[in-house]
């Protein structure tokens, strides 16, 4: 009986989602789950109140060695922030797309050392973001490629 | 997907307004309660409810939101809607408005969820609330890391107690 | 076949086929996910998980506290031949002006180039130096030393734990003024290339060669990196040896306490002092020995504060032919101009650099 119940919350679900997903945003090509070229995290950017957030959703490594507990943003500049889990941390905030597959006015956060930086996002292609993070100049930045990651296939 | 679905419930029981010389006034409002949505179905990992509110709500009418000032966060105290949710392993509280930056407000760890205490631990910097508070709109984002699929809507109550002062 | 597996099959399969690709993703199992078209290369990153500050811009005041200066008349020695003092003093005030210019012109993370400059400045006030009786000391007393380059730093990942470093630059070096500039054929070209590998994010080594003047005369040296960062990422090390070695620690990550050494110099030519198109060279090199604060100071700017002691390692003269250079080395036995000894002296530097972490 719960079953039917789940199905049918799904079906209900499923129907909405899928008669508003056909009119997209433009912009909306940013959500998705993302890696970095170090493959060591993926970041799902979803879309809040019109602007673009990207969350690390899965760490190649969640476990801190040290501490032998989740990992979590001990780099943060505010001391009593240093706790919050990195897992589900939003490192990609504020994004506004530009139009021409370009995303700005948005920060990005590296836990390693617990800075932030200016960024911007471009589209290479559908599954391929170049993704710059700079300090007030583009020129002192740097670029990373992101690659799209979808669910298997199934075989 | 996670869709986000504005439900606001504001209790504003009384308001006093105390005169200072110059120096920002205290303004004494009852507890926010704001309950953040997130769309089902739900899977294990990382999920975001979110709602979005009007500060200006919970003001005095004498009081406009752009006067608010020092402006702090005194407990936010989070509760699951459906008791048959699954228990997250954390919570990370954010606020966000459409011209400012977004900022954690406090966590929950594990070891607190595991002991049933629901007391976020706040940020002790809380600067960027006054520019946030005083934006058109604010959204309150809550984000949770499931231990199990949820094929329901997740509701996640927050209730803000706020110090607001403001300037004439 | 569980019940999400199940939904999954049954209804959301079919549906997102006509929809767009990001609404295929199945947030239940991250670890699961698989390329949307191909994954991207991984390239080793230039830098290590708590490595000092990368100085884009940084300026700088260096100064040193009295010492005395000897040195010996303008003659010709061997090497390994004694000499006598012909002129001595007390050198009052040696300080002076440090800028650099870093600037990435690529940066990617299958390429870094940066491109940079840097300006270095050595004013000597040496007390009662007579161009007659002391024509050495009398010359550095003239105009101060300086030195102005530019250069150039490739960084290329070969894969996700290989490197290579080139570095390349051009050194003008001497006792000129802006509107005495001297013969740009004196520039001073040092060259390095390291390869080296970097098996986690804590540790990166290279191994290479140098061409350098960096303790005053020519020289073609073996150089090793070392740069490590301890598991809780507060101790470490960062060496490029020989030129310099350096243990750290972190504070917080808003200061960090350098100490070891560095080597620093170069060849100068001293115009009063060439004549007929030779060019008399004072080759400097000293060793300094010292601590270093690195501190945050707002933002990306930090505040740089070195104490230390400078060592004299050369402060010998030689005279290129028509101005060309030479190569001595360690055991070569071409003759030596004149010579000159410094006392150690304490020094003491403060910069502000607009960094990157």
């Keep these: 009986m719960k079953k039917f119940k789940i199905l049918s919350i799904i079906l209900g679900g499923l129907f909405l989602f899928t008669s508003m997903s056909y009119k997209t945003d433009e912009g909306d090509k940013l959500i998705g789950v993302w890696e970095p070229s170090n493959k060591k995290a993926k970041i799902k950017i979803d879309k809040i109140s019109g602007k673009y957030y990207g969350k690390i959703v899965w760490l190649r490594e969640p476990i801190d060695p040290v501490t032998k507990k989740p990992k979590t943003d001990k780099n943060n500049p505010d001391e009593s922030l240093k706790n919050v889990p990195l897992k589900g941390f939003r490192m990609l905030k504020d994004f506004v797309y530009k139009g021409d597959g370009e995303w700005a006015d948005g920060t990005i956060y590296d836990p390693q050392n617990g800075s932030t930086y200016n960024c911007v996002i471009k589209l290479r292609d559908d599954n391929t973001l170049d993704i710059r993070g700079y300090i007030g100049l583009k020129t002192f930045g740097r670029t990373d490629v992101w690659k799209r990651l979808v669910m298997k296939k199934k075989k | ?168 | ?357």
Excluded at chain 3, 268 to 294: A, C, T
């Design chain 3, 1 to 357: 076949m569980n019940l999400k597996a199940l939904m999954f099959s049954l209804f959301l399969l079919p549906l997102v086929t006509v929809a767009q690709e990001e609404e295929e993703e199945d947030y239940s199992m991250y670890d699961d996910l698989e390329y949307a078209d191909e994954s991207s290369t991984t390239f080793v990153s230039p830098k290590i998980i708590g490595l000092s500050p990368n100085r884009f811009i940084n300026v700088a005041w260096d100064v040193q506290s009295p010492y005395t200066m000897n040195a010996s008349e303008i003659n010709d020695y061997a090497p390994d031949a004694s000499w006598t003092t012909n002129e001595s003093s007390n050198v009052s005030y040696t300080g002076g002006l440090r800028l650099n210019a870093n600037i990435p012109v690529v940066s990617r993370n299958n390429i870094v180039w940066q491109m940079g400059a840097n300006y270095m400045n050595t004013n000597f006030s040496i007390d009662e130096a007579d161009p007659s009786n002391d024509p050495i000391l009398s010359e550095l007393n003239r105009h101060s030393l300086s030195t102005g380059g530019l250069f150039t730093t490739v960084f290329k990942p070969i894969n996700d734990k290989q490197f290579l470093i080139f570095q390349g630059q051009a050194d003008y070096n001497g006792n000129y003024t802006f509107s005495d500039f001297h013969s740009l054929g004196l520039t001073k070209y040092s060259a390095a290339v390291l390869w080296g590998k970097s098996p986690h994010d804590r540790l990166q080594w290279a191994i290479g060669a140098s061409r350098t003047y960096r303790v005053g005369e020519l020289n073609y040296v073996p150089i090793v990196m070392y740069n490590w960062t301890s598991k809780r990422e507060k101790w470490g090390t960062e060496i490029l040896f020989p030129a310099r070695a350096h243990g750290k620690y972190w504070v917080n990550k808003s200061s960090l306490i350098m100490f070891g050494y560095e080597l620093e110099g170069g060849s100068y030519h001293l115009s009063g002092l060439s004549n007929n198109g030779n060019s008399f060279e004072l080759r400097r090199g000293e060793v300094r020995p010292r601590i270093e604060w690195n501190r945050k100071l707002v933002g990306f700017f930090w505040l740089n504060a070195q104490l230390g002691a400078r060592i004299n390692y050369g402060f010998a003269y030689d005279e290129l032919e028509n101005g060309k250079e030479f190569f001595r080395g360690f055991v070569g036995d071409d003759e030596i101009k004149a010579f000159s000894s410094l006392g150690t002296s304490l020094y003491g530097l403060v910069g502000i650099s607009f960094v990157s972490l």
């Design chain 2, 1 to 168: 997907m996670i869709n986000y679905f504005l439900k606001t419930q504001v209790l504003a029981l009384s308001v006093f307004v105390l005169w200072g010389c110059g120096e920002p006034e205290p303004i004494k409002t009852d507890v926010q309660k704001l309950e953040t949505i997130a769309r089902g179905p739900l899977f294990e990992g990382v999920n975001t409810a979110t709602v979005e509110f009007d500060i200006q709500k919970i003001l005095p009418n004498e009081v406009k939101k752009e006067q608010l000032s020092e402006v702090r966060i005194k407990s936010i105290q989070l509760a699951l809607a459906d008791s048959a949710a699954p228990v997250p392993n954390s919570f990370t509280v954010l606020l966000a408005s459409p011209n400012t930056s977004m900022k954690e407000c406090g966590f929950i760890q594990e070891e607190s969820i595991k002991s049933n205490d629901y007391n976020v631990s706040l940020a002790k910097e809380q600067e960027f609330l006054e520019e946030i508070l005083q934006d058109k709109m604010q959204t309150l984002v809550i984000d949770f890391d499931l231990k199990e699929d949820w094929f329901d809507d997740y509701t996640v109550t927050a209730v803000i107690d706020w110090e607001l002062k403001f300037k004439n």
